[in-house]
C-alpha cells in the first residue's frame, strides 16, 4: 500500500470517526442523564437526513438557510420522543423504558417507510461540500476535510456548554441523583428535555453531513449507523463526552483500516464493531475514558 | 377443589388434542399455517420471558439463536440432491453435504447449537451488570446475519436456503410447546426457578443471600436459547426457505412484543399474546393493501401495519405496564371466580416493579 492511498484511507477513517463521535455525543449524554439507551437515536439521526432533503429538494431552500432549520427541527422532534416515549415512564422499570425506546425506533422507522416511501433518495449536497481537491495524487472529496473540524467546533460549544453554564450544571447534576438535584430547584424534566435536544440536534449536525459524504438517504439507514455509534459510547466510556469522541474515531478509523488492509473481510465490516465491542467489555468494561463506581445498597 | 382443577386441565388438553387432530386434516392451508405460526411464536415467546421475564436480563438477540437453530435443523433434514441443487455458488463443505437425520434429532441438535453460541455471548457479557447485555446481544444477533451473509459454502449467503422439507405441521408446533411449558414451568417452580426470579427482583440482595449470579443467568440465558432454537427449526421447516435477511432484528421486536404484551414473567400469558399478535398481524393486513369500503375507498400503504405495531408497543408499555396477565398465570380458580368476569379492571395489580406476591 503506498503512502498517498493510505493517507485517503486515514482521510476517510477520521472523517467516519467523526460522524460516528457526533451521533455518539447524543447517546452518551442521554445514557448519563437516563441510564437509558437511546434506541430512537438512530432514527432520530436518519429524520435528520430526511428534513435536510425536504429543505433541499421539495422546498428548494439553499443550504445556509435549510441546515440551520434542519438542526432546529431534529432538536425538536428528540425532545417530542422524550416527551412522548420516556416522560410517561420515569418511575418505571428499567425494562419498560427500554422497551418503550426499542417502541419509539420502529415507530420513527416504520413513520418514514410510510410517509417518505422506502425507496432511497438522492442527498441534495451543495457543489461547495462535495468538490473533490486533488493534493498530489490524493483526491478527496472537500467534505471530508470539513467533517472533523465541524466536529471538534461541536465539541468544544459542548463541553464550554456543560462544565461553564448554569445549564450545564444543572445536566451535571440531574446525572448525578435526580431527586437530590430537584431539592436544589433544577427543573429535572426540563433539564432532561433539553438534554435530548442538544443530543438530537448534534444528530442533526451528523446527519446532514453523512447525507454529503454518502450521499443515498433510506428509511433504515439509522440503524447500523446508530448501533455502531452507541458501542463507540460504550467504548469510550458511557457517560462521557470525550470518551464518545474518542470511541467514535477507534471505531470510525478501525472499520476503514480493517477494509482498507484485509479486503477479504469487506463482508465483515458491521461485525466488526460489535466484536471489538465484546473484547473490550471483556477487559475494560467501563471503556476508556468510564469510572469503577461501586453501587450502594 | 384441586380435584375439579385437574379435571378440568385435563379435558381443556384432551379438547386441545381433538381440536388439533380437527384442525390438520379439515381446515384450509392458510388457516393450519397461521396455527402453526402462532404456536412457534409461543415456543418464542416463552423462551424469551424466561430471560427477560423472570430473570430480568434484557436480551435482544432471539432472532440470531432462531437463525442458529434454524438453520441447523434445515441442513440437517434436506436430502443430499436438494443441497446439491441449491449450493451452486459454492459446494456444501464435507460432512454436512451428505449428512441427513430424522427432525427430531436434527432439531434438539439446534436447539442445543443455540444453547451453545449463547454460552459464547454470555460468558463475557453476563458477568457485566446494566444494559451491556442488551446492546451485545443485539449486536450478536447482527454478526450472526453478516456470518450466515457470508459463509456461502454453509449456509449458501444471501441466497438462502430453499426446499427445506415441510416437516412441521400442528402436532410437531402445539407439541412442542406444550414441552417448552412443561420444561419452563418445573424449571421456574424449583429452586433454580425461585434464584432466577431473586436475581430479577434485586441482584445484591440474591447475591447476598448466596445465589451464583453468573451461573443463574447462564441457566436462564442457554434454556432461553435453546427453546429459541427449537422454535427456529420448527419455523424453518414450516415455510420452506430461510435467509438471513429474515432473522433480523424486527424479528426479535415482534417477540419482544409477545412477552411485554402477554406480561413480563407470565408463561401462560406469553402464549395468550402469541396468538393474538399472530392472528391480529394478520387480520390488520388490509393496512398494506387497498380496500373499498362502499362508501370509501381506504387506500393502504405499505408498512402501515408496522407503524399500528409499534405505536401500539408503546401504548401498552405507557398505560398498559403489565400487560394482558402481569406476573399472574392463568388458573381455573380465577376464570370461574364470577368476580373476576364481573370486574376486570379490580383485579389485584402486581406490585409495581413487577414483582411478584
Known sequence: MTLDVFLQHLANGISLGSLYALIAIGYTMVYGILRLINFAHGDIFMMATYFAFFGGVTFGMPWYISFPLVIVFTAILGVLVEVSAYRPLRDAPKISILISAIGASFLLENLAIVLFGGIPKPFPAPDLFTNVIQIGTVAIQRVTFYIPVVTIGCLLILLYLINKTKTGMAMRAVSKDHETARLMGVNVNRTISLTFGIGSALAAVGGIMWGMKYPQIAPLMGIIPGLKCFIAAVIGGIGDIKGAVIGGFVLGIGEIMLIAFLPDLTGYRDAFAFILLIVILLYKPTGIMGEITAEKV | ?357
Open chain 2, 1 to 357: 377443589m384441586k380435584q375439579r382443577n385437574a379435571i378440568l386441565t385435563i379435558i381443556a388438553v384432551l379438547l386441545i388434542i381433538v381440536f388439533v387432530m380437527y384442525a390438520q386434516k379439515n381446515l384450509d392451508m392458510y388457516i393450519v399455517r397461521i396455527l402453526n405460526v402462532c404456536a412457534i411464536y409461543a415456543i418464542l415467546g416463552l423462551s424469551l420471558n424466561l430471560i427477560n421475564g423472570f430473570t430480568g436480563l434484557f436480551s435482544l438477540g432471539h432472532a440470531g439463536f432462531m437463525a442458529v437453530g434454524a438453520y441447523a435443523t434445515a441442513l440437517l433434514t434436506m436430502s443430499q440432491t436438494t443441497k446439491a441443487q441449491i449450493f451452486y455458488m459454492a459446494p456444501l463443505i464435507k460432512p454436512l453435504d451428505t449428512l441427513l437425520m430424522p427432525f427430531p434429532i436434527a432439531l434438539l441438535i439446534g436447539g442445543i447449537l443455540a444453547a451453545f453460541v449463547a454460552y459464547l455471548i454470555g460468558a463475557p457479557t453476563l458477568r457485566l451488570k446494566g444494559d451491556y447485555l442488551a446492546i451485545a446481544s443485539l449486536g450478536f444477533g447482527e454478526i450472526i446475519r453478516v456470518i450466515f451473509t457470508n459463509t456461502q459454502s454453509i449456509t449458501n449467503g444471501a441466497l438462502g436456503l430453499k426446499g427445506i422439507p415441510a416437516v412441521t405441521n400442528l402436532w410437531w408446533s402445539f407439541g412442542m410447546t406444550a414441552f417448552t411449558l412443561i420444561i419452563l414451568v418445573s424449571l421456574i417452580n424449583s429452586s433454580y426457578g425461585r434464584a432466577l426470579k431473586a436475581i430479577r427482583e434485586d441482584e445484591i440482595a440474591a447475591e447476598s443471600m448466596g445465589v451464583n449470579l453468573f451461573k443463574h443467568k447462564m441457566i436462564s440465558f442457554m434454556t432461553g436459547a435453546f427453546f429459541a432454537g427449537i422454535g427456529g427449526g420448527l419455523l424453518g421447516n414450516l415455510l420452506g426457505t430461510i435467509d438471513p435477511k429474515m432473522f433480523n432484528f424486527i424479528f426479535t421486536f415482534n417477540i419482544l412484543l409477545i412477552v411485554v404484551l402477554g406480561g413480563m414473567g407470565s408463561l401462560t400469558g406469553s402464549i395468550i399474546a402469541a396468538f393474538i399478535v399472530t392472528i391480529g398481524n394478520e387480520v390488520l393486513r388490509f393496512l398494506d393493501e387497498s380496500m373499498d369500503l362502499g362508501f370509501v375507498v381506504f387506500n393502504g400503504k405499505v408498512g402501515l401495519r408496522a407503524v399500528v405495531f409499534s405505536a401500539l408497543l408503546m401504548v401498552v408499555v405507557i398505560f398498559y405496564r403489565h400487560g394482558l396477565m402481569g406476573t399472574n398465570e392463568f388458573s381455573w380458580n380465577a376464570v370461574l371466580n364470577k368476580k373476576f368476569w364481573l370486574k376486570p379492571f379490580t383485579r389485584k395489580k402486581p406490585l409495581a416493579k413487577g414483582g411478584s406476591r
